[in-house]
């Protein structure tokens, strides 16, 4: 059983810049793959960044996001970050932490993942 924490979220203006921190305890940390999702009120919960689990550093992003925010992981201190630059009210959302065990390639698709952490609130302002 994997127990994930996210913590890092909160109100932040239009441009400027969050890092999100997730923490993994319970299992072999190296052995998932990692993502952040987000879900908006009203919206169904969408994909924002995953990483592969340990052997390889493939990273895949939506759309919306690339080029703004990167996710990284450190399996030394089984945690995994999602940095976020140049933030938009249209990222205003709850962010949720999510591990999936060894697939093999990260899955964008939220049945996918067997573990989620509580979520953390980001609000930016215009």
């Known amino acids: 059983q994997v127990q994930l924490v996210e913590s890092g979220g909160g109100l932040v203006q239009a441009g400027g810049s969050l890092r999100l921190s997730c923490a993994a305890s319970?299992?072999?940390?190296?052995?998932?793959?990692m993502a952040w999702f987000r879900q908006a009120p009203g919206k169904e919960r969408e994909f924002v960044a995953a990483?592969?689990?340990?052997?390889?550093?493939?990273?895949y992003y939506a759309g919306s996001v690339k080029g703004r925010f990167t996710i990284s992981r450190d399996n030394a201190k089984n945690l995994v970050y999602l940095q976020m630059n140049s933030l938009k009210p249209e990222d205003t959302a709850v962010y949720y932490c999510?591990?999936?065990?060894?697939?093999?390639?990260?899955?964008?698709?939220?049945?996918?993942?067997?573990?989620w952490g509580q979520g953390t609130q980001v609000t930016v302002s215009s």
């Open positions: 999510a591990a999936d065990f060894a697939p093999v390639v990260p899955s964008t698709v939220p049945a996918q993942y067997d573990y």
């Open positions: 990483i592969s689990w340990s052997g390889s550093s493939f990273t």
């Open positions: 319970g299992g072999t940390f190296s052995s998932y793959a």
